[in-house]
T-cell receptor, first 114, second 111 residues
Framework: ETGVTQSPTHLIKTRGQQVTLRCSSQSGHNTVSWYQQALGQGPQFIFQYYREEENGRGNFPPRFSGLQFPNYSSELNVNALELDDSALYLC?????????????FGPGTRLTVT | DQQVKQNSPSLSVQEGRISILNCDYTNSMFDYFLWYKKYPAEGPTFLISISSIKDKNEDGRFTVFLNKSAKHLSLHIVPSQPGDSAVYFCAASEDGGKLIFGQGTELSVKP
C-alpha cells in the first residue's frame, strides 16, 4: 500500500510569484484535503476535493486554488504569494468525504516566501 | 475563534509512567475526534480516534477518553516510551469533512 506523497519537499519563492504543490493520495483513497501549518500552530484546513470537485473550503482567499485529477492526485496553486504564505503545506487523503473520518497525511511541502 | 484547544504547549514525563494529553472543544456538532502524532520534518501520523457516541477507545498503549458534557477529550499513553516524544495534535470533525486541529502539545519522555 502506497502512502501519501508530496512534491517538492522544499520550495523558495519570491513575493508575488505563483506556486504549484502536488500530492498523490494513498492507494484506494478518493478524497484529498489540503492544510496549511504555520510554525507553532496546528494545521488549518484550506479545502477538500472529492470526485474532482471542491467539497468544502476553509477561510483562505481565492488566490488559493486546487485541482483533483481522475487518478485522485491533486494540486494546490497559490497566486500572488505573500510573506505570510510561508508555511508547511500538508496534503491528506481519505476514503470518502463522509463515512471515513481518518485522514492520512503526506510529509508536507515547506514553502518559504522571501 | 479557536474551536479546538490544547492548553498545554508541552509535557514532560518519565519513561514507563503515564502521559496524559488534554484537549477541549467548543462546537457541540463535532461527531468524531482524532489524535495525531508529529515528528519534525514529517507529516502528522494518525494515532487513534473516537466517535461521539462512545466515551472510550483503546488501541494498545493508547486510550482516548471523551467527556461530551465537559467537551473534553484526553489521550493516555501507558507506559510512555522515549520514542513517543513528539508533538501531539487533537482534531475534530463534523460530518467527516474538514479536520479542525488544536495547537499541539509537545511530549517529552525522558529515560
Amino acid at each position: 500500500e502506497t502512502g501519501v506523497t508530496q512534491s517538492p519537499t522544499h520550495l523558495i519563492k519570491t513575493r508575488g510569484q505563483q506556486v504549484t504543490l502536488r500530492c498523490s493520495s494513498q492507494s484506494g483513497h478518493n478524497t484529498v484535503s489540503w492544510y496549511q501549518q504555520a510554525l507553532g500552530q496546528g494545521p488549518q484546513f484550506i479545502f477538500q476535493y472529492y470526485r474532482e470537485e471542491e467539497n468544502g473550503r476553509g477561510n483562505f482567499p481565492p488566490r488559493f486554488s486546487g485541482l483533483q485529477f481522475p487518478n485522485y492526485s491533486s494540486e494546490l496553486n497559490v497566486n500572488a504569494l505573500e510573506l505570510d504564505d510561508s508555511a508547511l503545506y500538508l496534503c491528506a487523503s481519505s476514503l470518502a468525504p463522509q463515512g471515513s473520518y481518518e485522514q492520512y497525511f503526506g510529509p508536507g511541502t515547506r514553502l518559504t516566501v522571501t | 475563534d479557536q474551536q479546538v484547544k490544547q492548553n498545554s504547549p508541552s509535557l514532560s514525563v518519565q519513561e514507563g509512567r503515564i502521559s496524559i494529553l488534554n484537549c477541549d472543544y467548543t462546537n457541540s456538532m463535532f461527531d468524531y475526534f482524532l489524535w495525531y502524532k508529529k515528528y519534525p520534518a514529517e507529516g502528522p501520523t494518525f494515532l487513534i480516534s473516537i466517535s461521539s457516541i462512545k466515551d472510550k477507545n483503546e488501541d494498545g498503549r493508547f486510550t482516548v477518553f471523551l467527556n461530551k458534557s465537559a467537551k473534553h477529550l484526553s489521550l493516555h499513553i501507558v507506559p510512555s516510551q522515549p520514542g513517543d516524544s513528539a508533538v501531539y495534535f487533537c482534531a475534530a470533525s463534523e460530518d467527516g469533512g474538514k479536520l479542525i486541529f488544536g495547537q499541539g502539545t509537545e511530549l517529552s519522555v525522558k529515560p
